[in-house]
């Protein structure tokens, strides 16, 4: 399986020349080469995970391919694409899209403020290996991961936040993703922080860059 980390939160994974995007949002360069995917998964509503235009490109390749999303997401896209087909999951839901096996964890965004609602969120753990829980710190109960996606700056998160995550978690393999807004400098420091304490733990962390790929 290999991964490969776009900018900010968009992930693409493939097996056997079959594509599985994660959140390709509005932070994420236009999309292309999409031709061969299977399956997108989208974890919430926010524009930096999904953008009409982004999972149109996917489309325009992929006829048949399947879309999974809790249900904010289903009724935002169908605000937009009344002809698209998005099934709503939720917490403990498994889809299999060959060579795909999608878990679903957790319920809710993480809170930015009081005054702003919360809104659906899901993780996925795919092929019981790579974890990416979206826009909350929700623990996968009753699965060893292999592979973490951990948050590195958000309004709704802090630093110490995605350690604690990471120090619960314990993975083997541990990467950055949501960092489009630090600065090289945040980078660096958020990096350390997380190959720290992923080290503790007796795995390794992976500096991931846009473009950068990781076989799993």
Do not use: C
């Amino acid at each position: 399986m290999k991964l490969t980390k776009l900018e900010h939160a968009a992930l693409i994974i493939e097996v056997s020349g079959k594509k599985l995007y994660v959140d390709p949002g509005s932070f994420t360069t236009a999309l292309t080469g999409t031709a061969g995917t299977v399956a997108v998964v989208i974890t919430h509503e926010h524009a930096d995970h999904w953008t009409p235009e982004q999972l149109g490109r996917i489309v325009e390749m992929n006829s048949n391919l399947r879309i999974f999303a809790p249900a904010g997401v289903a009724r935002a896209i169908a605000a937009v694409d009344t002809d698209l087909d998005v099934t709503t999951v939720q917490a403990g839901d498994v889809m299999e899209v060959a060579p795909f096996t999608l878990r679903f964890f957790g319920a809710t965004h993480a809170v930015i403020h009081e005054s702003i609602p919360v809104i659906d969120n899901v993780g996925v753990f795919v092929n019981d290996e790579l974890y990416y829980a979206g826009d909350a710190f929700t623990i996968p109960e009753g699965v060893e991961v292999g592979t973490l996606a951990v948050p590195a700056a958000a309004p709704w998160m802090k630093i110490s936040e995605a350690m604690d995550f990471i120090d619960a978690i314990k993975p083997k393999r541990s990467f950055p993703t949501h960092e489009m807004l630090l600065s090289r400098a945040g980078k660096d420091l958020s990096n350390a922080r997380f190959q720290n304490v992923t080290q503790l733990n007796g795995g390794e962390f992976f500096p991931l860059e846009p473009g950068d790929s990781l076989d799993l």
